[in-house]
């Protein structure tokens, strides 16, 4: 089946750590981004990338960083420039303009 | 102004009642329309697109008003299983992409 698969579901992180969110998916979709969630508030954009090895700065980047190596696979990494981490990470892919397909989610906490 | 505006409820309604959602928007080049529904600790998914002529799919009925800016969302008959946040989502189509998710507005169906 067709889709975007998160890995893990949940992440701990330690102080001073980086940790690395995964983000594959098998839907050839160009568009891929990065969206954290915290609770009772909208969804707001981390990162995006329209195409392979191109990738933009969305609203909140400050303290995050991804790659875009290969079409399928779109990692996030939290810095530990990051001093607010936790909450729910969502991986989307778009196969046109607007339309979001969004991953399960990773939720992060911090130890 | 925020730029997806949506009254964040919760909306307490019986089972079988008719309720309506509205969303306001302040991009006026906005392109494309979408209502998303998320469960408790999950992903967003996508309810329905919204066109400019209204759309309806089984008891969900959409509806854009460009000249006064604003999506609406509503839902007959209600079940028990459409308690959920529905989330207003706008989009440019041309140029730089961007799209706009609003907080979300929590519905609550009663027995």
């Known amino acids: 089946d067709g889709g975007i698969t998160q890995s893990p579901k949940y992440l701990f992180r330690k102080e001073g750590q980086n940790v690395t969110l995964s983000c594959e998916q098998n839907l050839n979709h160009d568009a891929m981004y990065w969206y954290r969630q915290d609770p009772g508030q909208g969804l707001r954009l981390i990162y995006y990338s329209q195409i392979v090895n191109d990738f933009q700065k969305g609203d909140i980047a400050e303290g995050y960083s991804v790659s875009r190596e290969k079409k399928e696979s779109f990692p996030l990494t939290v810095t530990s420039a990051q001093k607010n981490p936790t909450a729910f990470y969502l991986c989307a892919s778009s196969p046109d303009w607007g339309r979001l397909d969004f991953g399960a989610g990773t939720r992060l906490s911090v130890l | 102004r925020k730029e997806v505006e949506q009254d964040p409820g919760p909306f307490n309604v019986p089972e079988g009642a008719t309720v309506a959602f509205n969303c306001t928007y302040s991009?006026?080049?906005?392109?494309?329309f979408f209502w998303y529904r998320q469960d408790c600790r999950k992903e967003p998914k996508l309810l329905m697109s919204v066109y400019s002529s209204g759309n309806e799919d089984g008891r969900f009925t959409a509806q854009l008003n460009r000249a006064s800016q604003y999506i609406s969302l509503l839902i007959r008959d209600s079940k028990l299983s459409d308690s959920a946040t529905y989330l207003c989502?706008?989009?440019?189509?041309?140029?730089?992409?961007?799209?706009?998710f609003g907080a979300g507005t929590r519905l609550f169906v009663k027995a």
């Open positions: 989502v706008v989009s440019p189509n041309t140029g730089g992409f961007k799209t706009i």
């Open positions: 991009n006026s080049a906005s392109q494309s």
